[in-house]
């Protein structure tokens, strides 16, 4: 038997404000929408791809993410290449978002993957990185990888 992420289910607490971050800033489609006052959710992925959903937001928190509870510790998302990582960072500057370190960093002292790390509206911790092109970025932390901590 053999396992694959399907899709990654988020709580939101604003479905419109989260659907706004997900779609107008990382550039995910809508795949499909539940607008019931108590069960609001969106499915996201690739309006060019299989129509399978990557994301889906559930409005159903009551509270920000808390990365002291069990649970979701980060979301990485991948690109091809370290360019589209600094595309994605100058568009999430321009939205205010709240980063974790400042701009493309290395996974660890010496690796070609690195990205960026931030957080979505609601708090949870996202990474966007690319499996090369990190090599001359530093690590933050020395004794740990990047994503771990943060």
């Known amino acids: 038997m053999t396992l694959r992420a399907g899709h990654i289910g988020l709580n939101v607490t604003d479905l419109d404000r989260s659907l706004a971050f997900y779609r107008d800033v990382l550039g995910f489609g809508v795949l499909g929408e539940g607008k019931e006052d108590e069960r609001r959710y969106a499915f996201l992925g690739s309006l060019s791809g299989d129509g399978r959903p990557v994301i889906t937001l559930w409005q159903q928190a009551a ?23 600094r595309e994605y960072e100058t568009a999430l500057r321009g939205y205010g978002v709240d980063f974790a370190y400042d701009g493309v960093v290395a996974h660890r002292e ?41």
């Open 63 to 85: 509270t920000p993410y808390d990365k002291g509870h069990a649970g979701l510790h980060h979301l990485a998302l991948e690109v091809d290449t370290i360019e589209q990582v």
């Open 110 to 150: 010496g690796s070609a993957s690195g990205g960026i790390f931030f957080h979505d509206p609601d708090g949870t911790r996202l990474e966007i990185y690319a499996p090369s092109g990190a090599e001359e970025a530093t690590a933050p932390v020395i004794a740990a990888p990047t994503c771990g901590f943060f």
